[in-house]
């Protein structure tokens, strides 16, 4: 990987993520975990302080060990168990069947085969189990789309895989899930980059 990669993105994801706009996000969707979490893209930990007591333990997924090496430092406050898999969300190394919540935000833009990750999500979630999920996507409004399409080329190099004009909702109908409680709209920020979706899915 080249140093912007190993260096400079992970600690910049670090800053950017760690935006006050989105902890609400963060509080809701996270909060709403319980028994063992898988969280995929975990980054740097970010997540962590927002899991309830309805949690058991946690496992992040995440394919920078740059990141983790961040997330690590994090764990070591949690209030429960946190372990890491460097790994790719496109093919999990788990059981079928085998985790309560798969919990994932602002991750989908930039896996390389989203559909592939979340059929894998579907695949290691128990009977019952929920999808929770805040991410950033294509906007409804065509102008806003129009530089979304316009930006991703240059955006995608600049951070980490970054797609802006992906189709959450659907994407996440299309891979077998179920949604509710989907909510939508803009954050602060450039709309091109703060169109939101949240809410919960289950399999179908």
Same mark, same amino acid.
């Given at each position: 990987? =080249?140093?912007?990669?190993?260096?400079?993105?992970?600690?910049?994801?670090?800053?950017?993520?760690?935006?006050?706009?989105?902890?609400?996000?963060?509080?809701?969707?996270?909060? /709403?975990?319980?028994?063992?979490?898988?969280?995929?893209?975990?980054?740097?930990?970010?997540?962590?302080? &927002?899991?309830?007591?309805?949690?058991?333990?946690?496992?992040?997924?995440?394919?920078?060990? /740059?990141?983790?090496?961040?997330?690590?430092?994090?764990?070591?406050? /949690?209030?429960?168990?946190? =372990?890491?898999?460097?790994?790719?969300?496109?093919?999990?190394?788990?059981?079928?069947? =085998?985790?309560?919540?798969?919990?994932?935000?602002?991750?989908?833009?930039?896996?390389?085969?989203?559909?592939?990750?979340?059929?894998?999500?579907?695949?290691?979630?128990?009977?019952?189990?929920?999808?929770? &999920?805040?991410?950033?996507?294509?906007?409804?409004?065509?102008?806003?789309? !129009?530089?979304?399409?316009?930006?991703?080329?240059?955006?995608?190099?600049?951070?980490?895989?970054?797609?802006?004009?992906?189709?959450?909702? !659907?994407?996440?109908?299309?891979?077998?899930?179920?949604? =509710?409680?989907? !909510?939508?709209?803009?954050?602060?920020?450039?709309?091109?980059?703060?169109?939101?979706?949240?809410?919960?899915?289950?399999?179908?």
């Amino acid at each position: 990987m =080249s140093f912007y990669g190993n260096r400079v993105l992970p600690w910049l994801l670090d800053r950017v993520m760690a935006n006050e706009d989105l902890l609400a996000y963060r509080r809701r969707v996270v909060g /709403a975990a319980r028994g063992r979490v898988l969280e995929i893209g975990i980054g740097s930990g970010l997540n962590l302080a &927002f899991y309830g007591p309805a949690v058991t333990s946690i496992l992040g997924i995440e394919p920078s060990q /740059a990141l983790i090496d961040l997330a690590t430092i994090r764990a070591g406050t /949690a209030r429960r168990t946190v =372990s890491f898999l460097h790994a790719s969300a496109e093919e999990i190394p788990m059981e079928a069947g =085998s985790v309560d919540t798969v919990v994932t935000t602002w991750t989908l833009c930039s896996i390389g085969d989203a559909a592939a990750a979340l059929a894998e999500m579907r695949r290691v979630l128990k009977p019952g189990g929920e999808l929770l &999920f805040a991410e950033h996507g294509h906007a409804p409004d065509a102008w806003v789309a !129009r530089w979304q399409d316009w930006l991703t080329p240059a955006w995608k190099p600049f951070a980490g895989g970054c797609h802006l004009n992906r189709p959450i909702a !659907r994407l996440i109908q299309e891979a077998g899930f179920k949604t =509710s409680d989907l !909510r939508t709209g803009y954050a602060p920020g450039p709309r091109p980059f703060t169109f939101m979706y949240e809410g919960r899915a289950v399999p179908a």
